[in-house]
Every structure is written in C-alpha cells, then in structure tokens.
C-alpha cells in the first residue's frame, strides 16, 4: 500500500518549514484525513459505530505509512551522522553527508560537513608541516637520536642511522647496547648527561664531535634527545680564516718596511763606487729584501685565494692536459661520469700532491693517480711508494707553515686542502700498506 498522491505530492513543499512545522502540519493533515473519512462514511451509512470502525480500519495504516514516509528520510540522515562521528572517532574525516534540506536535520548536515572539512584541511596542515619538518630533520647533518624512557630509540635521522648502524633502521633498538659497539670517546661524551666535545678517529682520520643532551617529557613519557654535530669541517675553516688574517697582518706590516729597505739599498749603490765593498753588502741587502717580498706574496696568494669557479670536466681531457706538466700514472679505468670542479684550481692541487710524491724519494713509475665515482662524490687518490709519515707529521702536515722541507713554505698542503674544502669535499693523509702515502681528497658532484 502507498500514500495518497495528495500525500506524495505535498511532502517536497514541506522542506520550507522547519521540522516541527513539518510534524505538526503533517498530524493535522492526518486528522482532517481522518474526520473527514469518518464523517463521509456517517453520511453513506448513517451508522456512527460502523463510521467510526471503517475509518480506524483504512485510515491506520494509511497515517503509519504517511509517518513513515515522512520519519524515512530523517532517520537515514540521523544514522549517516551517527556513521560520520565514528568516522571522526577513528581520526576519518573524508566522510561527509549528501542530503539538501531546509530544516534544522538540514543545518545539522551543514555543520557536520562543515566540520569535516575543517579537519580533513587541519589535519592536511599539520600533515604537509610534518613532513617539511621530517625533511629538514632528514637533510640535516646533525645526527639526532630520540629516547624514551627505556633508552629505545623512537626517532632517528639518516645521519644518526649513517653514525650508528651504516643506515640501517635504529627505531625500536635500545641505544645504550648501541653505543657498546661504539668508540670509546662516544659512550664516555654520553655517560657525562651534558654538553660536552669529543673526538674520535674515523678512517685514519681524527672527527670532532659536539654532543648536545637535552631530556623532556612527551605524550607524559620522559624522553632523551641526543644531538651529535660534526665539526671537524668548522674548525678546519676557523682555524684557516684565522691563519689568514695572521697572514694579511704580517704581509703588511713587511711590505711597509721591505719598500723603503729596497729602495734605500738600490739608491745606496748608485751613489757608491763600483769598487766598494758597501756596494756588494747593499746589493745582498736589495736581493734578499726582494726575495723576502716574492715569500710574503706568496702567503698572501694563499690568503686571498677565489671562490672556486666549477664547471663540467672530462677526466680523460683533464688528465691528458696534467700530464704535459707533471709525470704520473693513471692507476684505474677514468670515470665516464664528469666531474664538477674549478679545473685550474684542483690542477694546481694535483700538481703539488705529484711534486711531493717525487720530491719524498718515490720512483716515477710508483706515483699513481686514480679517481673513483660512488655517491654523491668522486674520489681521487694520488699514491707514492716513499717513507711515509710518522703519526706527528701526519697531524700536522696540513696546518700552515708546518714543513719538514729545508726550504718549504709549508703552505703546499694546506693550499691543497683550502682549494678542496672551498669545493665541498674533504682532504686527507694516510701511510699505505708496504710503505708510501696515500692523499685522499674528494669532489662533490654537480647536482
């Protein structure tokens, strides 16, 4: 059985009232339907009893069907929003409910779709936030390890992942077994709970750190976070920017005193006899004060050294142009892959490792250059079969004005390690298996 059509037909007109105008019109259309059904009956049949029984008879089931019809689109509205809030309850919020009406079931669809969306745009804030932050976290060099309570680790960087494990996953390990296996100086750096710097010898090559610990409480769990920051690089670069300025104040208060020293020398010996033996001594005194000027030039060339201009670089063109200055042997297969560096530049800094590997007594045939590709880097080595250096030289081969040469500037080496580090790559000494040196330096590539 269906409704009426006159029913049907006026339920769509009563969306321009609200939900109890709606109810109470539709209960006064039930009555009227139902009076004027039983007074029709009165009439034909003249008996009130049997009016009274024909029109409960039809008139019931019609009035439950109109309730229904008109209680059917509120009750699946009511059960959509009772499924969006336990949407919501589960952190869900794409759900929302496709229902058009002017009432106040209406309004309510309104706000709860209003709502949703409010979330789904925080939660997309709060999500495109995080992942900003985990990126940054991620690129940093820092290596950030963060504890709770257990000494667990429950966030990790790639630094600290590279530090710790060779990239592996650190989450859900306990850190204080991790540092067993870690170098001395590193657990000692932690046990002490503050801020402290520490160093530790990494590939033949001493690494300082900086260890920040800070605890916390997060999610009402106490937390650890440890922040190890390398700074090997910094202190090289401060400890160059200060042997610089050194260099530009002792530069300058030389050429002050050399100019009127030379000039005084050479007017001294024209004004003397060709004979005179003040003659010879102004003469040494001008060539050595030319010569002490050609020394502060070259420290100052080391002070005032460009930036680095980089550019694509053929290795096979760039070697074949090295070799008509210097002799040396290409140990391996060049890498295909080109290499992004200032060419005069790091020619200069090849040319000075080679002479050293000549000058330290090696044979010809055992200076070897070879350059490897792996990551984000190309590697060169330049390799001798001379004595070596003891562990003193080797700490200190690359400071300015450390020589062990007679007659050395003992700027070589640390040019070689300014021009490198000017580049972004690193620069180091090491004694080889069965005697020689070998000088690692490294070269990022062009991103």
């Known amino acids: 059985m269906t409704a009426p059509t006159g029913v049907r037909d006026l339920m769509p007109r009563l969306h321009r009232y609200s939900l109890e105008g709606k109810l109470a019109f539709l209960v006064a259309f039930i009555v009227l339907f139902v009076a004027a059904m039983a007074v029709g009956v009165y009439f034909v049949t003249g008996q009130a009893l049997l009016s009274l029984l024909f029109t409960l008879s039809v008139s019931f089931p019609l009035c439950i069907l109109a309730v229904r019809r008109f ?58 936030r995080e992942l900003l932050l985990d990126t940054v976290i991620q690129s940093t060099p820092l290596a950030l390890v963060l504890c709770n309570a257990r000494d667990a680790v429950v966030y990790s960087n790639s ?23 870690m170098p001395e100086p590193v657990r000692d750096a932690v046990a002490q709970r503050r801020d402290v710097l520490f ?4 590939h033949g090559e001493q690494e300082t750190y900086h260890l920040s610990q800070r605890e916390f409480v997060l999610n009402a769990q106490p937390h650890s976070l440890y922040l190890f920051k390398r700074l090997t690089r910094e202190i090289n670069r401060q400890e160059v920017a200060t042997w610089k300025k050194v260099i530009r104040v002792i530069g300058h208060e030389l050429n002050n005193s050399l100019a009127p020293i030379s000039s005084l020398a050479h007017s001294g010996t024209l ?22 000027k050609l020394f502060i030039d070259g420290y100052a ?24 200055t210097v002799t040396f042997r290409v140990r391996n297969e060049l890498p295909g892959l080109a290499g992004y560096f200032d060419p005069v530049q790091i020619e200069q800094v090849l040319i000075n490792l080679i002479k050293n590997a000549h000058e330290s007594g090696s044979a010809s045939e055992d200076i070897e250059v070879s350059v490897q590709a792996g990551g984000k880097f190309h590697t060169v080595h330049v390799l001798d079969r001379g004595p070596g250096m003891t562990d ?16 050395g ?5 640390a040019l070689c390690r300014e021009i490198v580090e000017a580049h972004g790559g690193r620069l180091s000494l090491a004694n080889r298996q069965h005697g020689g040196l070998r000088v690692k330096f490294s070269l990022p590539l062009h991103d």
Do not use: C
Request: hydrophobic share 40%; proline share 3%.
């Open 71 to 128: 209680m059917g689109p509120v009750n699946d509205v009511l059960q959509a929003l009772t499924n969006g809030i336990a949407s919501l309850q589960d952190n869900d919020f794409s759900t929302s409910v496709a229902v058009t009406r002017s009432d106040e079931i209406g309004e309510l669809v309104a706000a709860y779709n209003e709502l949703g969306s409010t979330l789904r745009s925080a939660r997309q804030d709060i999500f495109q």
């Open 159 to 181: 630094a600290a992942r590279r530090m710790f494990v060779q990239g592996r996953r650190l989450e859900g390990h306990n850190f204080q077994r991790m540092l067993m296996d």
């Open 199 to 202: 160093s530790v010898g990494e």
């Open 271 to 292: 004004l003397l006899d060709e004979g005179s033996r003040v003659n010879d001594i102004l003469g040494t005194i001008e060539e050595r004060a030319n010569h002490l």
């Open 301 to 324: 060339r080391f002070a005032k050294l460009p930036m680095p201009k980089a550019e694509p670089v053929v290795w096979a063109t760039f070697f074949k142009s090295l070799e008509q």
């Open 392 to 407: 003193e030289i080797l700490q200190s081969a690359l400071l300015p004005f450390y020589s062990t040469k007679q007659k």
């Open 409 to 413: 500037s003992g700027l070589g080496l």
